[in-house]
């Protein structure tokens, strides 16, 4: 992309005029009016947001609401929107709302008050009022919020049935799941879909936080009080602590146990064993809740569609092998 | 903190009169002022960045830019900046630059018409010629730039150092480092650190980009073309990758091959073995950049200084126990 300052220099005018001429503010000769205008076409430069916003009223300005950064889900989903968003002329900002309502808030007030474009919420509070009285375009993604707001997530129902059916598939006996938190519906449905199951065979269900310290400590609560033999854990963090924690007690994970997790995240590669997990398809859904709200900023119908998309095992080394 | 909404329950009037209030704008009787101003002061509400901008010409916004948010050390990094600044009544707008030059400057652009407070800049361009023209406050934050820019970041040089200590210390004889992308002087100097305390038992050097994939091949070059007992990763996550692939290899860690990494992210006590690192003060590095930035926005005299964090080692399972 070409910048304003090679215009300038391909003009051969200063950068001010340029500007002038984009913001058709303040006198220009018609000779290098003409010359900027040619420049532009030549380098196929695109005027930037504020430009772009004096034209048509926009901004150029997505805003993505982020539960927890620190949890390398959001960040892998942020890559997916970004990439889409940039291609298609939009920036997006990121702000982290720490799961807290009130920072929730705030940031939506700010965000309005940046005349962003639109809003995409990836946010744990789908009962916030702030969405039902906003005149900007939202998109709700991996959360189901109240209202008319369209919604992308994974099918997490399907999800959990698929761990269940994996793990007793590769002969798990006694099953265990540690669920993640309760308050949020696309959470839960991984533990309804994982029961529904499981069947007889579920022996214990505990819940933690999607945080890789509070997570050893519902495994260890969990190791401490039941016995089995497969694990799904709601997120690929809490498998990591899962691994982490029966490594402690010398429980030969796939041998002893066999491990599954959900997400798809990079993390899985990183540790040993090498985690199989329930893969969202984590790139897709950032793209289609980028592409959704950007078809309702340029005008298109407004529909509270939920579009669920399919998950897929990835198999690795902590669940064990057919046949 | 109180919500404008509690503000107006207290004061038993509208949101639309409480904001009438704070704005200064439109009809309000002196009754529902009077008691919409005690409802402030009883429940220490704190008006919006909006309302303050009206008052203060400040906007109450940081922006923070970022390298790459998929790296968890920025994820990190970017939560104890959020953590002081809210704390002193400042939101954070977070912007990813995927390491590219171009959404640097767009980025950049966006924040100054956005009227940010002040900029924390970690990222990679250190000639960016943006920085010496904008008024905004900026704070360096990992990475060192040129011009009158205030920088924090941890000594790399002497963590470097330290790592070669503490691998030869702990009986490595034949030492080899993945350094990490040398174009940036923060990173360089982890190498230089490491290789003049390696002396003559630095076996080999190989760059590396700070991602698994990358860091996975450079590994695996590095061990089909030399042989070594210690090895320094310049980040955390080039050291999962080293112990994944020395696991490949039947390599064992720590018994053959002692490994250290930097950074002192929570990756480190995912893995396994869990990892030995040479940890950067990551939450003081944040608190001290957002510190040093509202220090300069609220009127505090701007010196060019360079803050430089100590380091120091996390003794975990990936080197060996001493005597």
Known sequence: MATIREVAKQANVSVATVSRVINQKGYVSEEARTAVLQAIEKLDYRPNRVA??????????????????????????????????????????????DEQFQKEEAYIQALESMHVDGLIITTNYSDNPNYANTDV??????????????TVSSNGYAGGRLAAEWLI?????????????????????????????AGDRLVASIESMFHFQ????????????????????????IAAAVIQAA????????????????DGIELGEMITPPLTTIAQPIYQMGEMAAKLLIERIEGGPIEASHHELPV??????????KG
Chains 1, 2 share one sequence.
């Open 52 to 97: 772009r916003s004096l034209y048509q009223k926009k901004s150029g300005l997505i805003g993505l609401i982020l539960p927890d950064i620190t949890n390398p889900f959001f960040p892998q989903l942020a890559r997916a929107v970004e990439d889409v968003a940039n291609h298609h002329g939009y920036q997006v900002i990121l702000c982290n709302t």
């Open 137 to 150: 375009p939202i998109i709700a993604l991996d959360r189901v919020l109240q209202g008319a707001i369209p």
């Open 169 to 197: 598939g590769h002969g798990a006996e006694r099953l265990a799941m540690i669920t993640g938190p309760a308050k949020f519906p696309t959470i839960r449905k991984r533990h309804e879909g994982f029961e529904e199951a």
């Open 214 to 237: 509070d997570a050893l400590k519902a495994a260890e609560k969990l190791f401490s009080q039941h016995t089995f033999d497969g694990l799904f854990a709601a997120n690929d963090v």
């Open 247 to 262: 490594k402690q007690r010398n429980i030969a994970v796939p041998e002893q146990l066999q491990v599954i997790g959900y």
């Open 312 to 321: 897929h095992v990835i198999e690795r080394e902590t669940t064990k092998k």
